[in-house]
């Protein structure tokens, strides 16, 4: 919650062009104001957290209340972040997932066909492995997959495995796509593969989602494993407002 309270400085300093509202954070009223702005302009987020890697500069609340500096790694957007479908597309959705989930496979269908059938779809990929350390590893070698430029068919041959996934069957399926195991296991422990977990973690506590599947389309969370019909739907609102 101290994140959440420090990160809210930031954006409602965005958002209204404040300067100093440390004094006032320990208001509940407008704590809670602030979370219903993230949870309902998501986009915020991304904005401030731009905002934080321009200034190289983040704050923490400490135990009395104050803002202070410290590294900014916490909120640190992963600019590396995997896209499906079109990377210049005008319409961005964010999804969140694990491997293990049987439901992200059930909507991994879902948004490839959403994405066949509408060429101006990006979809963002935030690996979140919340379903145990095999997650965790498949997670961290699609990650590592994409600096071979294999993330999307990696990502592929795993939502489509049958059974629950393990070290043995992501290496196995790593293999089968070409993949150079021993840079693999290299990068997977990367900085970068690091932050971007880390960064899904605290950007779920931020909108407020606690289960996989969950996506954000526009200004809207949405979680469960939507079908088609209403992807559709929701895209259609986006477009509206562009």
């Known amino acids: 919650m101290k994140h959440l309270l420090a990160l809210s400085i930031i954006l409602l300093n965005i958002l209204f062009g404040l300067t100093s509202l440390a004094d006032e954070v320990s208001d509940l009223s407008l704590e809670q104001k602030v979370l219903n702005i993230i949870r309902n302009n998501p986009e915020i987020v991304l904005e401030a957290i731009k905002l934080l890697q321009d200034n190289e500069v983040s704050v923490e ?7 202070q500096k410290s590294s900014n790694q916490i909120f640190k957007d992963d600019p590396h972040a995997p896209v499906l479908g079109n990377p210049d597309g005008s319409v961005t959705i964010i999804e969140f997932f694990d491997y293990n989930c049987g439901y992200c ?8 066909d959403l994405i066949k059938e509408n060429k101006n779809i990006r979809v963002v990929m935030r690996e979140w492995p919340i379903l145990g350390e095999a997650s965790v590893f498949a997670a961290k070698a699609s990650l590592a997959a994409d600096n071979q430029g294999k993330y999307e068919e990696f ?5 489509n495995n049958r059974g629950r996934i393990n070290e ?3 290496m196995e399926t790593a293999k089968k796509i070409g993949i150079n ?3 693999l296991k290299e990068d997977m ?5 690091l932050n971007h ?3 899904s973690n605290n950007l779920s506590k931020i909108l407020g989602i ?12 949405v979680p469960g494993a939507i079908d088609l019909k209403s992807m559709r739907t929701l895209v259609k609102k986006i477009e509206k407002l562009q």
């Open 61 to 67: 609340i400490n135990d009395k209340g104050e803002t």
């Open 105 to 112: 496979r059930k909507a991994f269908k879902t948004i490839m």
């Open 155 to 159: 990502h592929k041959e795993l939502m």
């Open 168 to 170: 043995k069957s992501v």
């Open 181 to 183: 195991i021993e840079k």
């Open 189 to 193: 422990n990367s900085q970068l593969v």
């Open 197 to 199: 977990l880390q960064g």
């Open 210 to 221: 606690n289960g996989t599947p969950a996506f954000v389309f526009g200004d809207q969370v």
